[in-house]
């Protein structure tokens, strides 16, 4: 089992939709976790950081869910330049300390 | 420019050659990451450091790579006989913090391709 598994993908939406990433992980003591985007032939960058509350910017929200080891990303009114590469990253605790590992990635083609 | 910096930016070489990429991360970042990614995936972890401490390598990771950070600020990893699948591009991400590491920030990226 991979450690960060993500939505395979790609999705395709019209401008104005709302779609949403789902995101598990599997080392129960990871601690935090964010959102990446990635386009192409660019290197990630963070989006968001996701707290256990919950979290929102603009049109983004992040959710956590630690029982379930289960992260979400909703973007809602989607936009054109929102086609990009959305990355789930996890902080895992490891033997050696904390390690930052990715998902494999869920691409969005927003379509006008 | 502060941020993460990597060279080459690019890299073609020979099969069987040896190459050897350089990492600069942000200054005050004591943590040190090398991914590989391949077209459609998600950055794949190699390494990572603390300081001059590599503390994790991956399995993915055979014998022929080697990463080093000798004064806990610069990296390097080199790839001896390099091989056809070796091709893909290697990122280097800083991050701050030990207990907690906050958010990585990536270079740019060495695109390798071995012919």
């Known amino acids: 089992r991979k450690e960060v598994e993500q939505d395979p993908g790609p999705f395709n939406v019209p401008e104005g939709a709302t779609v949403a990433f789902n995101c598990t992980y599997s080392?129960?003591?990871?601690?935090?976790f964010f959102w990446y985007r990635q386009d192409c032939r660019k290197e990630p960058k963070l989006l968001m950081s996701?707290?256990?509350s919950g979290n929102e910017d603009g049109r983004f929200t992040a959710q956590l869910n630690r029982a379930s080891q289960y992260i979400s990303l909703l973007i809602r009114d989607s936009k054109l330049s929102d086609s990009a590469t959305y990355l789930c990253?996890?902080?895992?605790?490891?033997?050696?300390?904390?390690?930052?590992?990715f998902g494999a990635g869920t691409r969005l083609f927003v379509k006008a | 420019d502060t941020g993460v910096s990597q060279n080459p930016r690019h890299k073609i070489t020979k099969r069987g050659q040896n190459v050897t990429f350089r990492c600069d991360p942000i200054?005050?970042?004591?943590?040190l990451y090398w991914y590989r990614q391949t077209l459609g995936q998600g950055p794949e972890f190699l390494t990572y450091?603390?300081?001059?401490?590599?503390?994790?390598k991956s399995r993915l990771l055979s014998d022929r790579f080697s990463a080093e950070r000798p004064k806990g600020s610069f990296s390097t990893l080199e790839i001896q006989r390099t091989e056809q699948g070796d091709s893909a591009m290697y990122l280097c991400?800083?991050?701050?913090?030990?207990?907690?590491?906050?958010?990585?920030?990536f270079g740019q990226g060495t695109r390798l391709t071995v012919v």
């Open positions: 991400a800083s991050s701050l913090g030990a207990a907690s590491p906050t958010e990585a920030f």
């Open positions: 080392n129960s003591a990871s601690q935090s």
């Open positions: 996701v707290y256990s």
């Open positions: 990253v996890v902080n895992a605790l490891t033997t050696g300390g904390f390690k930052t590992i």
């Open positions: 200054s005050e970042h004591n943590r």
């Open positions: 450091f603390q300081n001059e401490a590599q503390l994790e």
